[in-house]
């Protein structure tokens, strides 16, 4: 997710310029030597998008956006399908707006390799809440050729915790972790302009008690500070909370261990930046 404007082109996104999960050059990276796959964000719509829309800018101009996110990712998902015929295990990991469709493509994923075992990484998304979220879902389009398994999605009310747990239900052996920062800047701007007054942490304590009730086996690891995403940064081997890293909590994660919840606890404590 991006704040509107006009530019005549989105700066590319290369994944070499990536640290964190896609540094292969680094020793301790869990991932270096696995087949990565990375798909690009362009369209402003956390992956779920088929519609065109026009916006007003602030200053009351208007922008035509093509969402397309859904198509971007399934194009993506048919290379790997072609090229990628039995992988040992899976792990679909999405920072910031990835991180919302991360639980909906890692269960689509399943339906094609239904015998792997895969892992849903959702990074830096995971405290929004807001009645607003209805309407963004809308405009993007994502229930104009909505999949099978959201039909019983509430259309008034849906959230994106809704959207995902709601595609897990059909991929029983499918895991889903999230990680956050607990006042992750970023996060706090879109609730902000969401209209919603709270700070970050209480709302996304809220939505891990759902995620832990409707998802089997979930788990969050939750960090300190407000730096936006940890997975594609040198944060990634260095975070710890509870004597745990990041880096670790997340090999045990890709490796098929179960993990636990971790935290930075008392508000106080999670608002102080990492040493």
């Not at 020793?27 to 007003?56: F, H, I, M, S």
């Not at 998304?125 to 099978?148: C, H, L, M, Q, T």
């Not at 019983?152 to 059909?170: K, N, P, Q, Y």
């Not at 670790?248 to 106080?268: A, I, L, M, N, Y």
Request: hydrophobic content about 35%.
């Amino acid at each position: 997710m991006g704040r509107l404007g006009l530019s005549e082109r989105v700066d590319p996104s290369d994944p070499r310029d990536w640290r964190g999960i896609l540094d292969r050059g680094n020793p301790e990276n869990p991932v270096a030597k696995w087949t990565q796959v990375y798909a690009a964000y362009c369209t402003g719509d956390a992956y779920l998008g088929n519609r065109d829309v026009t916006y007003k800018t602030a200053d009351g101009r208007e922008v035509a956006v093509r969402h397309r996110g859904r198509a971007n990712v399934e194009s993506v998902l048919n290379w790997i399908y072609e090229n990628v015929k039995k992988p040992e295990r899976i792990v679909v990991a999405g920072s910031s707006a990835g991180a919302i469709g991360t639980p909906i493509y890692a269960a689509e994923v399943s339906d094609h390799y239904p015998d792997v075992e895969i892992t849903a990484v959702a990074d830096g998304a995971g405290g929004y809440r807001s009645p607003k979220i209805v309407d963004a879902i809308r405009n993007w389009g994502f229930w104009d050729d909505a999949p099978e398994w959201a039909a019983g999605i509430d259309r008034e009310s849906a959230t994106f915790e809704d959207l995902g747990r709601a595609a897990v239900r059909r991929a029983p052996h499918l895991r889903v972790v999230e990680l956050d920062t607990a006042y992750d800047a970023a996060q706090e701007r879109f609730l902000k302009a969401f209209g919603t007054p709270s700070r970050l942490y209480p709302l996304l304590l809220q939505n891990r008690a759902e995620q832990a009730k409707g998802l089997s086996g979930f788990a969050g690891f939750t960090s300190r500070g407000k730096e936006h995403t940890q997975l594609l940064f040198d944060r990634f081997y260095t975070n710890e909370e509870e004597g745990v890293r990041v880096l670790d909590w997340f090999r045990d994660v890709e490796e098929g261990r179960k993990v636990q919840s971790v935290t930075c606890d008392e508000p106080e404590s999670c608002e102080k930046e990492p040493e």
